[in-house]
């Protein structure tokens, strides 16, 4: 499928964007583990989650449906075992449900097989497989790619981990094996990377401790069925943040968006650029920062992004260069290796795709050099998504300011996070 968008005169609205798709996976897993029934309210009905959703119900979870909230039968921290001797998962496009479920079958006593789409099964899994191994489950893999075999053991042995790359998928399959081990694991990361794991860990009544960049989790005999009310996830709203920024004369809100300090690198580096950004009515919901954030068209100044701000902004980093592209200097954008391997290459997918609109792009091994102009328009083309949500997302954005027609080849791929992405953003295009 493509879609064909125009330029816009402006932006303008009070919008929510859906449910946090980390929070969401993290809800659905822990709830599935826990002893009774548990809520999951505002969960996210994307692509991805449902993965997450469908494992569990194979596995003896109870999920059921209902008026936008998840209603979820847990089955105990030991899953309920396959009838044919193994399950087999598959986990479409989805890097999150992979590397956490990793993590929870490493201490079942049986056996399952992950498979995934083309993209997931270019995606690393060492990183996931050497801390579970060391552990004690069984684990074997397509030379580090999917499919994964894995076999649990119980207990597992406790770990020191420390990882020489900040991902929370990796911490968080540690931490949940950890549940299952014979004393208090501990991870530790270069920079902390986003931590809904911890604080999700702690309400359903595990002993968790947190310092800086390390985290220590104790064996848990069970968890505790809780309600949650998932957040909206900064990551969706971050396209409508750009999108406000870079059209002249925009205005926007938007409410009830997730602002937990691991995963506000954007608007920390926006802010710096000078952005008219105001974040109102912050709360806490269900141990998640929330807010409403207000966003003013902005002339924009360049900024350097380092290693240390990366994890806190990763999903971002491609609507961070649209974002550049219109701000004044050199942008430089390094330590992001990792987007080389998310569900496409996203520093060679954000280039190819920039420049052939007329940006001043250039990719790094591990970044960006993009040469910004307060005000610059580009011109629209046919463009690919590559299959990828955020690529489609950002060059969607970026249609709003390019002259003509903006063809975005393989559009429907925002259903992998941002279920109704379009139409939203044909609301608030005036
Ligand atoms: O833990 C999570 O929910 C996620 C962690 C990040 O990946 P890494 O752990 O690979 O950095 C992020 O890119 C992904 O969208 C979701
Ligand atoms: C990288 C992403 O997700 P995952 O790793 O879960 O596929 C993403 O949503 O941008």
Redo the contacts with the bound molecule.
């Keep these: 499928m493509e879609i064909k968008l125009k330029k816009t005169n402006y932006v303008s609205g009070v919008i929510e964007v859906p449910a946090d798709?980390s929070v969401t996976h993290r809800a659905v897993m822990l709830s599935s583990l826990a002893e009774g029934n548990s809520i999951v309210r505002n969960y996210l009905p994307s692509d991805?989650c449902s993965r997450t959703i469908e494992a569990f119900r194979q596995m003896g979870a109870e999920i059921k449906i209902d008026n936008g909230s998840l209603y979820i039968k847990g089955a105990g921290l030991k899953l309920v075992k396959p009838q044919n001797g193994k399950y087999n998962i598959y986990a479409g496009?989805?890097?999150?449900t992979t590397r956490l479920l990793s993590g929870i079958l490493a201490g079942q006593d049986f056996e399952t097989v992950i498979k995934g789409d083309d993209s997931l099964s270019k995606r690393p899994m060492q990183r996931v497989i050497l801390p579970l191994l060391q552990m004690g489950a069984d684990i074997k893999s397509n030379d580090g790619l999917l499919p994964l075999i894995i076999k649990g053991k119980t207990p597992l042995k406790a770990i020191n981990y420390e990882s020489d790359k900040s991902t929370a998928?990796v911490k968080s399959a540690v931490l949940f094996a950890g549940l299952y081990a014979d004393d208090a694991t501990t991870y530790k990361e270069p920079v902390k990377s986003r931590d809904h794991s911890e604080r999700m860990l702690k309400a359903f009544g595990v002993d968790v401790r947190v310092s800086d960049n390390f985290v220590t989790v104790y064996p848990a005999e069970r968890l505790t069925a809780q309600d949650i009310t998932v957040p909206g996830d900064i990551s969706s709203a971050a396209f409508f943040i750009a999108a406000a920024l870079i059209v002249p004369d925009s205005n926007l809100t938007i409410r009830n968006v997730g602002v937990n300090p691991t995963r506000d690198g954007l608007i920390e580096v926006l802010k710096q650029m000078g952005a008219n950004i105001t974040l109102t009515n912050m709360r806490e919901i269900s141990q998640e920062p929330v807010c409403d954030i207000v966003i003013k068209y902005s002339k924009l100044k360049a900024a350097d992004i380092g290693a240390s701000l990366v994890p806190r902004m990763v999903?971002e980093i491609p609507v961070f260069v649209l974002i550049a592209t219109q701000a004044n200097g050199i942008t430089r954008i390094s330590g992001a290796k990792e987007l080389r391997v998310?569900?496409s290459d996203r520093i060679e997918a954000v280039t190819s795709q920039f420049k052939k609109l007329g940006a001043q792009v250039e990719s790094l091994e591990d970044g960006f050099v993009i040469n910004g102009n307060s005000g610059f328009s580009l011109a629209g083309t046919v463009v690919d998504s590559f299959e990828d949500h955020?690529i489609a997302m950002v060059l969607a954005i970026a249609s709003l300011i390019a002259e003509g027609e903006t063809v975005i080849r393989d559009s429907h791929c925002v259903d992998i996070?941002f279920p109704g992405f379009y139409k939203v953003l044909k609301n608030i295009c005036m």
């Design positions: 798709k991805d496009n989805s890097g999150t998928q999903d998310k569900e955020r996070s």
